[in-house]
């Protein structure tokens, strides 16, 4: 009977402590984001994540992506112009600083795509920028380097330590072409 009794008796749960420290949680959390920002009434940005955290109280404050984020940049017509897609990502809202990471990809309005592991962008001063090994797709070539500095649009750019170019080109246009100018310098 003894042994009944204390079998049944109350036993201690273990239980983990309780967060205490606000800045360890989010204010914000947000599941599966799929919204468009307006300029002016005029529809410019997709967003597409699928979770948004904002750590208001972390020093320094950010948001997090940290499930991937895409973001499409659209025309009047709603035609997409430029698009950004990363892993992960941070927004430092009080720096006004943008740390993307992983698979980072990018296509500006001329039609470049843009590869690396890691870039920031600083709205405050316009730059986007990186010093790690990025590859870069342009209609006529790829070219390697590691490392680069770029306006925000991502039109005009310096590359640092360039280690490799391949160039695109049609035999069989650029063989005529050739046979072309020589005929041309032979009739001079």
């Given at each position: ?95 006004r600083l943008w740390k ?89």
């Amino acid at each position: 009977m003894l042994l009944l009794f204390s079998s049944c008796g109350q036993k201690d749960k273990v239980l983990g402590k309780a967060i205490t420290e606000r800045d360890s949680l989010p204010i914000m959390n947000t599941q599966g984001v799929n919204t468009l920002i307006s300029d002016s009434g005029i529809t410019r940005y997709r967003i597409k994540t699928e979770e948004w955290l904002i750590f208001d109280r972390k020093r320094p404050s950010y948001w997090a992506f940290e499930k991937g984020v895409y973001l499409e940049q659209f025309d009047s017509l709603l035609n997409v112009q430029a698009s950004i897609q990363a892993d992960t990502a941070y927004y430092y809202d009080r720096e006004r600083l943008w740390k993307l990471t992983g698979h980072v990809k990018i296509m500006n309005r001329k039609g470049e795509r843009f590869n690396t592991e890691l870039l920031f962008w600083n709205e405050i001063t316009q730059q986007v920028y990186s010093d790690r090994k990025i590859r870069i797709e342009q209609a006529d070539k790829i070219v390697y380097a590691c490392g680069f500095e770029a306006n925000q649009d991502m039109t005009k750019w310096n590359l640092h330590n360039v280690y490799n170019t391949e160039f695109y080109f049609d035999e069989k246009s650029d063989v005529a072409a050739g046979s072309a100018a020589r005929k041309d310098s032979v009739k001079k």
